[in-house]
């Protein structure tokens, strides 16, 4: 299956490397020198991964398509898709956005707050995107303590939420 593994940032100095907004667990594999990525839009790629280094934190990238820092420039925001094999290397705790999607969110005691409607992927933490009963969509943070169980055979996942986050405010009919 297909799965955007990154996100071209900004262009990191003179020499055409970009930085990498990483959606993958397995940068090392990804971004392996050699390894051909599809594009998002299509027309800007496939891109050939020419070399990648570690700085500050950030993955650097070049890619042999494309020579200097103009160049790179009009790369930034495009997605980075490559296939995946879920079952291969597949860990415990991981799951794919479309694994989530369409999951019943509930308590422990089996109360229904919502649906799951996406997975935000995000450099501190993802969060789960959650349609609740009354129909607002309310941003989890997907960790063990907020989320402590999911169960994809199951449909579902379970929330341990604090108070008042699916709950309406008075006042908030309207959404002000």
Do not use: K, N
Request: hydrophobic share 45%.
């Amino acid at each position: 299956m297909e799965y955007v593994v990154a996100r071209i940032g900004r262009p990191h100095g003179v020499r055409g490397e970009v930085t990498l907004e990483l959606r993958t667990d397995a940068p090392g594999e990804r971004f392996a020198p050699g390894a051909v990525l599809r594009t998002d839009p299509p027309g800007r790629g496939p891109l050939t991964v020419e070399s990648a280094r570690w700085h500050s934190g950030t993955l650097l990238v070049a890619f042999a398509e494309v020579a200097d820092r103009t160049a790179v420039e009009a790369l930034r925001d495009t997605l980075l898709m490559a296939d995946v094999d879920e079952a291969a290397g597949a860990e415990e705790d991981a799951w794919y956005p479309h694994q989530l999607r369409g999951l019943a969110a509930v308590t422990a005691d089996g109360t229904v707050l919502g649906e799951v409607a996406d997975l935000i992927t995000g450099t501190a933490q993802d969060l789960l995107v959650v349609t609740g009963t009354d129909g607002r969509e309310v941003l989890v943070p997907f960790v063990e303590r907020l989320v402590p169980t999911v169960d994809v055979a199951g449909g579902r996942v379970v929330l341990d939420p604090p108070g008042g986050l699916f709950v309406e405010l008075p006042g908030d009919e309207d959404g002000v």
